[in-house]
């Protein structure tokens, strides 16, 4: 059974930076996609950035030039690097993970992430 976990939120001022990390436990394969997602409050979810397992990244307008994601293959761990952080970054942020070709889909209990201005 595959298992997400996310740490390395936490609070910080507007401008600094964190990294989150997410470790899958169980086996998932050499074919899979992790993101992130995160949900501000009274909103809805949203990706964030996405890596494939041949390394492509992908990142949606907000975070590009802000965040960096990236991976550890032999740790089974992906990372989001923030920052530039702003309060509107503040969220419960997810770690996501598709296992390929099947689909199965996995995520993460949340790490939240709060920035004060």
């Known amino acids: 059974q595959v298992q997400l976990v996310e740490s390395g939120g936490g609070l910080v001022q507007a401008g600094g930076s964190l990294r989150l990390s997410c470790a899958a436990t169980?086996?998932?394969?050499?074919?899979?996609?992790m993101a992130w997602f995160r949900q501000a409050l009274r909103k809805e979810r949203e990706r964030v950035a996405t890596?494939?397992?041949?390394?492509?990244?992908d990142y949606t307008d907000s975070a590009k030039g802000r965040f960096t994601i990236s991976k550890d293959n032999a740790k089974n761990t992906a990372y989001l690097e923030m920052s530039s952080l702003k309060p509107e970054d503040t969220a419960m942020y997810y770690c996501?993970?598709?296992?390929?070709?099947?689909?199965?889909?996995?995520w993460g209990q949340g790490t939240q992430v709060t920035v004060s201005s």
């Open positions: 996501h993970l598709v296992i390929k070709p099947l689909g199965y889909t996995y």
């Open positions: 169980g086996y998932i394969g050499s074919r899979f996609l």
């Open positions: 890596i494939d397992s041949d390394g492509t990244t």
